[in-house]
């Protein structure tokens, strides 16, 4: 959603041919339908963890409301309605248009989202902790639900790192969308500390998920670090990014942020888990969470950073294109770990300026969802975002490609 323009229908903006001058030339009407499943791409996600983003964030909160929770519901149902009708259109397009979904896969730049739909299920996982257990689900569904997390982004980020290093890469084109590639073993350790909070520090499953959150929190959060260093040489080489491109620059705001909070929560769990197992020395706990309070103070000044240098010149960077909203997405779940950090100085520190500034921070991302989410669905409904051309729907098909071949070359006579 950020590096690239958000819809297929824009790369073809060019070309004249529609369903009447198909139909005059022979060649079937494609239907809206199969246009829109065409069309669709793995920018799709975002929008559902944009939703993610929403009850994250509320859930947070120092004082919670039943309203409040309520709504949360709300935004957790909504983005698993998003996540299934992702997951469906895209298998769709895998059956009907092969081509297409293979050309979405191995693209260099377009590949870098196909992660997202593990990020998409991190948060429906933290969300079904939140809501779900223990009145609908026990610890034992959560123990298992993170380990397919872990294997599901293994998976998909080394898949997706074979194909992005298989070609060279433009580093006046980079941006930190790149580091979408390594996302999702990052948030191991957000998801880690949340499972933690439904299973007891004296079962011997804590200690595996402690120690496997903080392996691969450090492997995600150091080469996504590397991923910001380029970004740093790259603006360097050409300014501020621009465009479509500019959205990307809050991605940057994601690793310190989620790294400080995954630290904060699994040091706090820490204490408990390696005193009750005897592990290391008597201290061992106290010492990491108290390291894991300074480390975490140094990330979140620089993601604060991140999002100050990325939102100056925002508005007078990007685009002001309906076709590129779905980048906008990126204004909302980088953000989680930063703004929920807020919260967790307020109560380590008691400063209640940190609740305060939460609780407007929340606000913020709850206004932001609602203005992208109807932005969203205007382009949407005016075709600029998952539409595509009915000759590119056509030329894809495996029923129609054979038999059409030679309607498609012809040039149109209207």
Known sequence: ???????????????????DELQQRGV????????????????????GMGTGAVYVVLSGLRYRSSSVATVETVFFFLNMVLFLLNIITLLLQAILYPRQAYRLLTDPVKGIFVPLVVLSF?????GTINYAVPRHIGPGVIYALFWVYVTFSLLTCFSMLMIWFNKPHDLSHFTPAYAFLIFPMMLVGVVAFNVLRVISPEDDRALGVLLVG????????FMTFFYICIYIIRIMMTGFLEGHQANGAFVACGPPGFTALALIRLGRVSVKILTHHNLISPLAGEIWYASSVMAALLLFGLAIFFFFFGAL????????????????????????????MLREFGDIFQIP????????????????????????????????IFQSMSEDVIKDSTLFKHEHEEELRQPSTA
Request: aromatic share 16%; with cysteine; glycine share 6%.
């Open 1 to 19: 959603m950020l590096p690239v323009s958000s819809d297929t229908a824009s790369q073809f903006s060019e070309r004249t041919v529609n369903n």
């Open 28 to 47: 079937p009407k494609v239907n809206a339908i199969c246009r829109r499943i065409h069309g669709w791409s793995w920018q799709a996600f975002p929008v």
């Open 122 to 126: 991190a948060t429906i996982v933290i």
């Open 214 to 221: 903080y392996f691969f929190q450090g492997l995600g959060f």
């Open 313 to 340: 010149p925002w508005w007078f960077k990007i685009h002001k294109n309906m076709k590129e909203i779905l980048g906008c997405w990126a204004l909302t779940f980088p953000n989680v770990g930063w703004i929920a």
């Open 353 to 384: 300026g940190f609740h305060v500034l939460h609780l407007i921070m929340a606000i913020a991302m709850c206004l932001t969802w609602v203005i992208l989410f109807v932005l969203t669905a205007v382009a949407f409904a005016k075709g600029d």
